[in-house]
């Protein structure tokens, strides 16, 4: 699916180049969100241990969606995700080329992070880390569930004890769904096994585990 790469050329050819809103028509949508991704999950560790939530293949521009372009079953699912969430009456018109509102197909009701070994005095071998693990992310959940009204997007930051379910609807697919940052270190230096515990909000449990150097 096109990208932020071709993002980035369309607003270069406005700015630069003084191409016409002619050259790029406006397209009307009932919906918001034009496509949901629905690859896979996979966990990526990055610098400072901060740990991304992707979906698998996120970075190729042909990763599987549900979208407003899509036939057959496809785009019946397409619209049953779209009236799940109440997306269904979108006013304005976008330049297609220019809008990338692709969510991930699944919402998830908790989160919860998992160390197979003691961690601290106070988060021993199999006990939650959810009150020292910042979760973060943009959603565009509030703006279409008050009718297309104020941002857009809306960024998430908060610690993984404090989420709701609303924080976890709507996530993003071309970018990570959401990062995950360490507030603090083990006691002890050496790997640990993480695990990240997601209920979707029909019940299915999607656990993802990876190892973590401190």
Partial sequence: MKKCVLFFVVTVCFIFSGCSSDEFPKQASDSYVLAYGYNPLSVEVGNGNVLSIVMVDSKSEDYPYYSNKSKGGDIDIYHSLCAKHSDTSYPEEFVPETLYNECYYKDFKSLDIVCEESFDKSH????????????????????????????????????????????????????????????SNPEVSGTYSISIILTTDDDEVITLTTDVKF
Wanted: charged fraction near 20%; hydrophobic fraction near 35%.
């Fill in 124 to 183: 021993p071998a199999g006990s939650s880390l959810n009150d020292i693990i910042t979760f973060s992310t943009t959603s565009v959940s509030e703006y279409i569930s008050k009718g297309y009204a104020g941002e857009e997007t809306r960024n998430i930051e908060k610690s993984v004890k404090d989420l709701a379910p609303a924080d976890l609807t709507l996530l993003p697919a071309y970018i990570p769904l959401f990062y995950l940052h360490f507030d």
